[in-house]
């Protein structure tokens, strides 16, 4: 693609936008139906759900949280007893995290909230049109990953 091209779409700057406005539009959606967790939260608690007995760094990588913002989520999840930790000692004590039954129950009462924010963002796109873009954003995520280390 030519570079005249590239500027004027202004790709980087479109997907942050976006990002950016989905994240709030979820957040707000979040907020109109006085939800008990944020949109964050519910991603910590989601992946811990898939994959549950992972350590803060995992967790941080699975959801592309720094490790300051990440410890934050999972103090707060933990107050609320959606997830719990124990301690592993192997020569250093590394705290392995797991969501427990409360928290798998808020998760599922949040997936009708994140399919709305879902249906919504993607009003008027078909399933062959997510599936294109999907692989786009796999390839674009791809290319970075050569380059790009994120700090966990």
Request: include cysteine.
């Amino acid at each position: 693609m030519q570079q005249d091209i590239l500027l004027k779409q202004k790709i980087g700057l479109r997907l942050t936008r976006v990002g950016l406005m989905s994240k709030v539009f979820a957040i707000q959606t979040f907020t109109k139906g006085k939800c008990e967790i944020t949109p964050e939260q519910f991603s910590v608690l989601f992946a811990l759900k898939e994959n549950d007995g992972m350590y803060l760094r995992q967790l941080a990588t699975i959801t592309y949280k720094d490790r300051p913002n990440m410890t934050r989520i999972v103090t707060i999840l933990e107050n609320n007893g959606f997830l719990t930790s124990a301690l592993e000692s192997d020569g250093r004590q590394v705290k392995k995290l797991y969501i427990t039954d409360k928290g798998k129950k808020i998760c599922n009462k949040m997936l009708p909230t994140i399919m709305k924010v879902w249906s919504y963002i993607t009003t008027g796109i078909d399933e062959e049109e997510i599936d294109n873009f999907l692989l786009i954003l796999d390839k674009i995520e791809e290319n970075l990953k050569k380059e790009v280390v994120l700090q966990n």
